[in-house]
Each structure stands twice: as C-alpha cells, then as structure tokens.
DNA sequence: TAGTGGTCTAGACCACGAA
DNA sequence: TCGTGGTCTAGACCACTAA
C-alpha cells in the first residue's frame, strides 16, 4: 500500500524511518496515531530497535507521545518560551508595518564599555549604527547598535541591510542567544524630539548582548516609547 | 574494583546503570571521561543496547557527550534561559535581603479582567494579596496578587506564607511558566509615597500570569522602582 | 592496531489497555 | 485475547581516533 517507503533508500535506515513518520504524522492533528512500531517494522523490513531509534528522535523532537499498551500518537505542540528576535521580526509577529531609518552608520573605536560586551579591546573597529524605527508610520524606538567590524568586513559598503539579524544570517552569524537588561526612565529631550512624546515621558530602554554560538555579534540599546510597545515575555516553557 | 555496583540491585537495569554513571561523573568535570560503553557491559553483565539507553538519557540530559572514535565525555553545563522566579528568589539571587510588608490579604470576588486572566467566572472568590516588598531595607516594589481561592483552600488562615512560591510549591502548585507584559511608567502619587520615590519618577511595571502545568495559579501586578531594579534576561539559550 | 561510539539484527518476555 | 510500547539479549560490522 504504502509505495513511498522504498523511494528513499539512500541514508541510514532509521534516519529513512523517521523521516517517513514525520511525513506521514505531518498532516495529524494532536492526539492521532502514528504507525505502531511493528508496523514499520514490517513495512521497512528492519530490527524494532531500529525503529525505536526513529521514534525517539521524533518523541525527543516533541512531535510524538508515547502511550504504554495504547501507542503513539501526535503530541500537541509544546509551549515556547520568548525566542530571540529583531524588531523587525517582533514588529510583524505583532501585526505591525516596521520601518527603519538610519540616523547614521559609521566606523567608530571601541570604548572600554562596548569593547568589554564585545569581547575586544579598547580602540579595536567597531560600527556603530543608529537607527530610528518605526511601526506602523510612527515612531517606536531609538536604537543604537554596536558590532565587531572584524566579524563583519565589508558591512558599510553595499548599502546597510533592512534586517540586521537576516544579514546576520546570512554569514552564518545570526543571535541564538541573547542577555537583555530591560529599565524603566524618563525621555531626555534629544529622545523626546524623536520619538514625538513629552520630555520626561516614561520610556522602556532595553539593553542587549547578542551571541552566536560563544561569539558576542551585537552590542545595542534600544529606547522604546512606552505609550506604544510594552514587552511580553513567556519564560519557563518547553514541559 | 567497582564494589558499589552490585548494591543497587533493585531497579530496571538501564536505570542502575544511568545512576551508576551519573555518580560517577559527578564529581568530573567538562571534559573528563565517562566510562566507555564497553566498559560498563563487562561492569554490569548486560547488553551493550542497555547501557547505551542508559547513556542516552544522561546525552539528552546534557550532562554527556558522545565524541565518535574517541569515547563519552561530560559536558559543560549548558547556558538556561532565564528561570521562572519568585520576587524572594530573585533578590537571594541578586545577594540582597528580601522582606515584605503585607498591606492587606483578603477574600474577595473576581473582576472582569482578573476572572479572564484565571480562567474563572466573574464574581467567583479570589484572594487579594497586596505587599510592599523591600530589599536590603529599602522599598524595592509593590505587589498585588491575585489568587483563585479554589484552588487555595484555607490559604488566609494560618498566616500568610513568607514566600508564595514555596506555598505553592508545598500544593503542587509551583508555576512552571509565565507569560510577563512588562511596561515602563511613571509613578503614582500614592505609589511614589510607598516607594519613597519622587512623583512622576519612572517605575517598571510587570504583569503576570502564572501557570502550573495548564492551569492559571496566580496573576499579579507588580511595580518596581527603576532607580534599584532593571529585569535581567537571558533569551534563547539551550545551545 | 586497539578502542571508541554509530548502526543494525532477530529475536524474547513483560505490563498494560482495549475490546 | 490481542496489540501496544518498555525492556533486554548477544552478537555483528562500520567509520573514526589515537597510539
């Protein structure tokens, strides 16, 4: 019946295995069967430890649940805690049209404060890069990134990115952890002036360490209009 | 040589050896070697698919790794990302004092947002718990919380809990995960009185849903002076 | 060359759930 | 009673690493 099974014979066999579950289990709804591990047995022609080996990748992934005596089904999707992301990414996961403009990007020293973030010394290159972004034809926040020039040659010319973190990406260094330190203050008057609110209005200023693997790649302070942008956060998730 | 290992004859054998293994390594530190897989199929007098069970566990706990052709080693720990904590353990943490002033604990019923934000009914009995919570003596921020009374049963006898957490804890009922809005703001004229803080000064204000397992244990409000408080997070981690 | 983890076999018995 | 996942055996060959 199932004439698919035989199509991918390269790789190993419980990686054949699992990929198959995970085809079939694809389109199932949260509490629905998967093949019984006999069945694939008999259906690749392999050992059950083989199959076991499939199955557990899938169950560690979260995307099957083991029932003894009953059999394995489609686990619901597991809760995530606050992944890391740009504001251009925050922005439309809140439905929001994000805008950016630069105010200036420019090659710059490291001072003692950003070179020990960064991991490199007072006076190394660095750029600097501040923007005004916006949401929705309004101002947001005011943010000032820092970065390594030495991890990113060639970033000043051929025109600044519309994302940071997609450009990140795109050499392999996109944030996969990040330390944020998040503050309550009142707008200077520079910041009021920007971001079209009262001097002394109460703003949201975020602070944040961005690492690649073991690599700091970002250094920023981020101030956010607090009228517009309050900070949401699920911690603790994955069960 | 290995004498401890007969003693825990009780037990599926996967799990002595995987407790076995975990006492072993436990004083090693990341790099040094854990016991070959071989080496443990002699030790014990069991298949070698057992003990890789076994290690599988410990792999997946992160706390081994398996290096091909070379042996299985014990891990650096792996960065967490930021913990669900309660304002107690967060300012042990942080190497201050906590103490809390209890303004008022009383029954009363839920409200519209309050029933919404617990899963309940409007006009179903809640707790209200408002405290001042201070840290190294000086006011640090006000808390209010609310609690289902259901839930709780003679929670406001017997005294209020030193911390809710533990109180909870000892219920089963620790959170597991929260969903947090955090916002900048300024104070209050009362709140400004409470904090010792001027009027119009900027105060973080955190929102809280607490969950054990699926269920809402506890929404709060909480506001914090940002001259002695910024939030410290940790996003994405889990390498 | 010897030792390691990675993969795989072809069975087996068990406890449990559903019918 | 029958099918399920959980556990376990006693081997095997492979690619890789280190000496």
């Known amino acids: ?49 083989t199959v076991r080996q499939a199955m557990d ?12 005596g009953r059999g394995t089904f489609v686990a619901r ?3 995530t805690a606050t992944p890391v992301t740009s504001f251009t990414e925050e922005m439309r996961h809140r439905g929001m049209l994000p805008e950016s403009v630069t105010l200036f990007a420019r090659r710059d020293q490291a001072g003692p404060g950003v070179a020990r973030a960064l991991g490199i010394t ?14 929705d034809g309004a101002p947001m926040c005011i943010e000032d990134v820092y ?4 991890l990113l040659p060639g970033f000043l010319q051929g ?5 940071l973190y997609d450009d990140l990406a795109d050499r392999g260094m996109r944030p996969t952890w990040v330390e944020d330190n998040i503050a309550a203050d009142v707008a200077t008057a520079e910041e009021a002036g920007q971001l079209e ?9 975020q602070q944040r360490r961005a690492f690649a693997e073991e690599r700091a790649v970002e250094v920023s302070r981020s101030t956010y209009r607090s009228d517009r942008f309050t900070l949401r956060l699920r911690l603790g998730a994955g069960e």
């Open 1 to 49: 019946m199932e004439q698919g099974v035989t199509v991918g014979v390269r790789g190993l066999k419980h990686v054949q295995v699992r990929e198959y579950v995970r085809s079939v289990i694809a389109g199932g709804s949260p509490g629905s069967a998967a093949p019984s591990e006999r069945e694939l047995v008999n259906l690749f022609g392999v050992a059950r430890m």
């Open 57 to 68: 990748a899938l169950v560690a992934e979260g995307l099957l649940e083991r029932v003894p």
């Open 197 to 205: 609110i009262a001097s002394g209005a109460a703003v949201l200023r």
């Open 159 to 163: 025109g600044m990115p519309t994302s």
């Open 122 to 135: 007072v006076g190394d290159a660095i750029i600097h890069w501040k923007r005004l972004r916006r949401a």
């Open 77 to 79: 999707p597991r809760r």
């Open 147 to 150: 970065l390594n020039e030495v």
